[in-house]
């Protein structure tokens, strides 16, 4: 029964605590298009990441 007086204040920090991340992402705009960000992994980009890749794609270009 005695854990129960730090398990109660210690989740309603942890609750706060969420509360104010999640209030900080809303107003920061974390969640203004997220229709945008869902497709764009669908639209491929004349740039890799990956500068290896490059190295070797820019490789076989020349003579």
């Known amino acids: 029964?005695?854990?129960l007086y730090l398990l109660i204040?210690?989740?309603v920090l942890i609750?706060?605590?969420?509360l104010i991340v999640?209030?900080?992402?809303?107003k920061s705009?974390?969640?203004?298009?997220?229709?945008?960000?869902?497709?764009?992994?669908?639209?491929?980009e004349d740039h890799s990441l990956d500068p290896v890749q490059e190295a070797i794609d820019g490789?076989?270009?020349a003579p």
């Open 1 to 3: 029964m005695d854990i």
């Open 9 to 11: 204040p210690v989740t």
């Open 15 to 18: 609750a706060f605590g969420v």
């Open 22 to 26: 999640f209030a900080w992402s809303l």
């Open 29 to 44: 705009g974390q969640f203004e298009d997220v229709e945008q960000e869902g497709a764009r992994i669908l639209v491929d």
């Open 59 to 61: 490789d076989q270009g």
